[in-house]
């Protein structure tokens, strides 16, 4: 007594090839006993499902639910087709066609199946550094050509092995179609021991580690005197190491991980994820000064066999790099990090394209905040609106650069972390991935978007390339802005953002940072408020002196220079007489309205940072500290002064020092900054959007990296009745820039090529 049958046909895109897909939907028709086929073409995946009504809709959902771990469903269509009565289900050889391209997918740690094959001694592939499966292991960093199978993979060198081969070849095997496999037998190689490598992290000896995107640096996290030889080697004073650790159990023996945290660390993109440490769990000079360090589990089988020897030590795991120099991913490189390492573990499968560990933080709501999106995400693409012909290349920032190939397909295709664009084998590297993602892809740009900055070496390397290209130039905020909408795919919405960083350059050419701007539509912005303007004396120099912006405020709210405070002190006798003729006179300062710097001078009055070393660290090391005190009231007559928009710091800066004089707790004043930030931004925030009639905030810009700031804000938002956005998708900071730049650069070819175009509201719309 069987139930009537029917047929439905779908067509799923996505990352729907190269992991797995087509066994994944052959044992869910084995499953629910459906005959049919299926069968993919370049840019899609196609089956049919053939049963009783009732068992095919469970498939549909089944295959919804629980699509292979690497792949992504963008679109699922269904159609009900002809019943055809045929017995079974087929897998069909691939179609090859060259319209659409599937989406190469990212690079996946190690998964269960594997680690326990490769830890089981009876298993062929035991102690095999480079296994892989369907379900895990390299993706972008190994692809070099399409269609996408082992010629056009970095694994080329190595033929398959009969039993690989044998793997390959069987639809039911876990290995099915899986481009990266090998064993022993025909796999690649190590250049040396693991016994050798772990001996030498265990003496302390600092070791180059060949992986996945790049070389690492790798030593034991718990040895001072090992990552003190490391710091001074790379030349790195204090921006915190990542560090590695073999599994959970290990990161909860160094750190404070909940729920959120450990969702994420074992995420299959393994990012690095900040976390509180435990009091002297790992040496200080790991991460000096903070609370939080960057934890990341072993994602690679190399990874993993290392501390199969090396059991719960925590390994410091840096990029292999000098300064803002991009990753070493290739043998010949390693040149550019000599007199690093004392010892090197390589091995001969390349590396196509350098991709560097990703980093997200936990954020309020217990969500991933990204701050590099790297391996693990990249070059997986933001959906956008399909716009009309034209693709854009949008190229970021300057440093942590990345850039977004924007098509007609309706995807960001977002490039990995690129890092400091003044550095020339930065921009050599730019050049090589977006040639490679424009190749994968197929879309070569028409349209080239970038920042106002004239000194931005991205926007120098975009009228550099133009060659006849419209060259649209993007301010930075609203560019922050526009990312965060994109982000949560809610480009028609209007809201009021709140673009906090370190440095932006304004539309009337002074430094930007403490905006908040009113966004409908993304082509334009209007500034509605920002932060009262105060000065670098000595210009973007006094980024790395924070004392000599303190200074500044403390003149500007009327408080003498007197020795007791921690800037006074820091600058010194000579540098107090240059900035006692400078900062009354306005002679060599630039203007601001930075909510970084306003920070980094905040750390320097309460003596937490006088010199600083790497991006954001005064503000960060600030963070940290107020998270352990109790916030002292500015509230009385201390807050900021809200005035048609503009948030007047002066007033907290004398209630600081009037607490630093009474003895207070700088970790209390600390806390007390903070809230006077969110409630200053709150009451600015909500003033700004119930003038324009606006029930949304968002909260983007590399200041928002700031925990205490953005849950503090959110909360008060909240509260108010006001939806909160915070990014979810791209970094908060200038890693997130080149998606709002695209989509703008969109937006306004969009409003250009429309005669009938509506008038939006007055803006302080930047002239090209
Ligand atoms: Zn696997
Ligand atoms: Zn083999």
């Given at each position: 007594?069987n ?6 046909r779908l067509d799923i895109?996505g990352v729907?090839q190269?992991v ?14 459906l ?8 840019g899609?995946v196609?089956?049919e499902?053939?049963g009783p009504?009732?068992d095919?809709e469970a ?7 629980r699509p ?5 469903i963008d679109?699922?269509?269904?159609t009900?087709?002809?019943?055809r009565?045929e017995?079974?289900?087929?897998i069909i ?9 599937t989406?190469v997918p990212p690079?996946?740690?190690i998964c269960?199946d594997?680690?326990r094959?490769m830890r089981?001694?009876?298993d062929?592939?035991?102690g095999?550094?480079?296994i892989?499966c ?9 692809i ?7 010629p ?5 060198g190595f033929?398959?092995?009969?039993p690989?081969a ?8 876990r290995r099915?179609?899986?481009?990266t496999?090998?064993c022993p ?7 040396s021991?693991?016994e050798d490598a772990?001996?030498?992290?265990l003496?302390g000896s600092?070791?180059?580690?060949k ?8 030593c034991?996290?718990?040895?001072a005197?090992a990552?003190?030889r490391l710091?001074?080697?790379k030349?790195r004073?204090?921006?915190?190491f ?6 959970l159990?290990?990161a909860?023996?160094i750190a ?6 450990a969702?994420a660390?074992?995420?299959p ?6 976390v509180?440490?435990?009091p002297r ?6 991460a000096p000064g ?5 934890v990341m ?5 190399i990874h993993h066999l290392?501390?199969?020897?090396l ?9 292999a790099n ?12 390693l040149n550019?990090?000599?007199g690093?390492a004392?010892a090197?573990?390589?091995?001969d499968?390349p590396i196509h ?6 980093v ?5 709501e217990?969500?991933?905040l990204p701050l590099r999106?790297s391996?693990?995400y990249a070059?997986?693409?933001v959906a956008?609106?399909?716009i009309?012909g034209e693709v854009i290349l ?10 977004c ?5 309706g995807h960001?295709h977002l490039?990995a972390h690129l ?12 050049e090589?991935a ?5 190749f ?9 978007a ?5 000194g931005?070496a991205?926007?120098?390397w975009a009228?550099?390339h133009?060659?006849?290209r419209?060259?649209v130039?993007?301010?930075h ?6 990312s965060l909408?994109?982000?949560h ?6 809201i009021i953002?709140?673009a906090?960083?370190?440095?932006g350059y ?7 940072g ?6 409908s539509g993304a082509?334009e912005?209007t500034r509605?408020?920002?932060?009262a303007?105060f ?11 924070p004392?000599r912006?303190a ?6 709210a009327?408080?003498d220079?007197?020795?007791d ?5 820091a600058?010194g ?9 400078q900062?009354p006179?306005?002679?060599g300062?630039?203007p ?11 750390a ?5 940072c006088q010199?600083?070393?790497?991006e954001g660290?005064?503000a ?5 500290l ?5 916030a ?9 002064v809200?005035?048609v928009?503009?948030m007047d ?11 630093l004089r009474?003895g207070?707790?700088p970790?209390d004043?600390a806390a007390?900054?903070h ?9 600015t925030?909500r003033y700004?959007?119930?003038a324009a009639?606006i029930?949304v905030i968002?909260?983007?810009g590399g200041v928002f ?6 849950g503090?804000?959110?909360?008060s938002?909240?509260k108010?009745?006001?939806?909160v956005l915070?990014?979810r998708?791209?970094?908060?900071n200038?890693g ?5 730049q695209?989509?703008?650069a969109a937006a306004?070819r969009?409003?250009?090529s429309t005669?009938?175009r509506?008038g ?8 090209k």
């Open positions: 007594m139930a009537v049958s029917v047929r439905v895109t729907v190269g797995g897909f087509r066994p994944a939907v052959a044992r869910i028709a084995a499953e629910f006993s005959d049919g086929w299926v069968y993919n073409d370049a899609s196609h089956c499902f053939e009504a009732a095919v498939a549909v959902s089944a295959l919804q639910d292979p771990p690497m792949a992504r679109t699922l269509a269904v009900a087709v002809q019943t009565g017995a079974g289900f087929a050889a691939s179609r090859t066609g060259d319209d659409g391209r989406l690079d996946i740690a269960a594997c680690l094959e089981d001694p009876a062929r592939r035991y095999h550094p480079f892989t369907t379900n895990c292991g390299p993706r972008y960093t190994v070099t050509d399409l269609p996408y199978d082992r056009a993979t970095t694994m080329a033929p398959m092995c009969e690989c044998a793997e390959y070849r069987d639809p039911t095997d099915y179609h899986a481009q496999i090998a037998d025909c796999g690649p190689q190590l250049s021991s693991l772990a001996d030498a992290l003496t600092v070791v180059a580690i992986g996945i995107g790049g070389f690492h640096l790798a034991r996290a718990d040895d005197a990552v003190a710091r001074t080697r030349n004073p204090a921006k915190p990542a560090m590695m650790v073999a599994d159990e290990a909860r023996e404070e991980i909940d729920d959120a945290a969702a660390l074992t995420s993109s393994a990012p690095i994820v900040l509180p440490g435990k769990a790992v040496a200080e000079a790991v903070l609370a939080d360090l960057g589990l072993a994602y690679s089988p290392l501390f199969d020897r059991g719960r030590i925590p390994l410091v795991m840096t990029s000098q300064g803002g120099s991009p990753i070493v991913f290739r043998d010949e490189d550019w990090i000599d690093l004392d090197v573990l390589t091995h499968r394209v350098p991709c560097e560990d990703s997200v933080t936990i954020d309020d217990g969500g991933e999106r391996r693990g070059p997986l693409p956008v609106p399909v009309d949008a190229t970021g920032g300057d440093l942590k650069t990345t850039f190939l924007m098509g007609a397909d960001a490039s890092g400091d664009m003044a550095d020339p084998r930065t921009q050599h590297c730019f090589a977006l040639d490679h993602l424009a994968m892809t197929d879309q070569q740009p028409d349209v080239i970038c920042d106002m900055h004239p931005y991205t926007t120098a009228r550099r133009a060659g006849g419209p060259v130039t993007v301010q905020h609203h560019a922050h802005a526009v909408l994109a982000d795919g809610r480009l028609g919405t209007p953002a709140v906090y960083d370190g440095t304004g539309l009337d050419g002074t430094v930007w403490g905006e908040l701007l009113a966004v082509a912005f509605v408020g920002h932060l303007p000065a670098l004396p000595g210009g973007e120099g006094a980024v790395c002196q004392a912006i200074l500044d405020l403390l003149f500007r009327g408080i220079w007197t020795p405070l921690a800037p006074v002190a600058v006798q000579t540098g107090l007489h240059v900035l006692a003729q900062i006179r306005g002679v300062c630039v601001t309205t930075s909510m970084g710097r306003l920070f980094d001078a905040v320097s009055l309460l003596g937490v010199q600083v070393s790497y660290q005064a960060v090391e600030l963070e940290h107020a998270r352990r005190g109790r002292v009231d500015f509230s009385a007559a201390l807050n900021f809200v005035d928009g503009v710091p002066a007033p907290v800066i004398a209630g600081i020092v009037e607490g009474a207070a707790d970790a004043l007390g900054f809230q006077a930030v969110i409630r200053a931004t709150a009451t925030a700004c959007a119930d009639g029930s968002g909260l983007t990296a700031n925990r205490i700031l953005l503090g804000l959110r909360k938002l909240t108010g009745g006001y939806e915070s990014h998708i791209v970094a908060c200038d997130g820039l080149a998606l709002g695209a989509t703008i306004r969009v409003a250009a005669p009938e509506n939006a509201c007055a803006s302080e719309s930047p002239a």
